[in-house]
C-alpha cells in the first residue's frame, strides 16, 4: 500500500509540473520561448543562461546553430534531459530560438 500511495504522489508531482503542452493546441496565445524556458531551462542554465548547475553549459558563450539547439533540447546531452515528449516541436523551437537572445 505505501508504495502505490508512493507511486501516486510521483505522478501527482510531475503532472502538476507539466505545462500541459503548448496553449496553441487549447485555442488560445503560445507559450513564449522565454516563459518555456523560464520553467524548464533556468533551474540549471539560470536566467542568463550564466549558472552551470549540474555541468549545464553557459548558453551565452555557445556557437550552435539554431538547428543544432533544437536538436540538443530535443534529445538531450550528458546531465541534460531530452525535452521530446515534454514540449512539443513548436516550444521546443521557441526556446531554442529564445536561447540566442542570451548574452
Known sequence: ?????AIAG???VV???NTGGDADRRGSEPVSGKALYK???AICHGADGKKGLAGAK???ESELSLDE???LITNGKGNMMPYRGVL???EIARVATYTLTLD
Do not use: F, G, N
Not at 500500500?1 to 500511495?5: A, L, P, Q, T, Y
Open 1 to 5: 500500500m505505501r508504495e502505490r500511495m
Open 10 to 12: 510521483v505522478l501527482l
Open 15 to 17: 503532472l502538476s509540473c
Open 39 to 41: 520553467t524548464h531551462c
Open 58 to 60: 553557459m548558453i551565452p
Open 69 to 71: 539547439r533544437i536538436a
Open 88 to 90: 512539443s516541436k513548436e
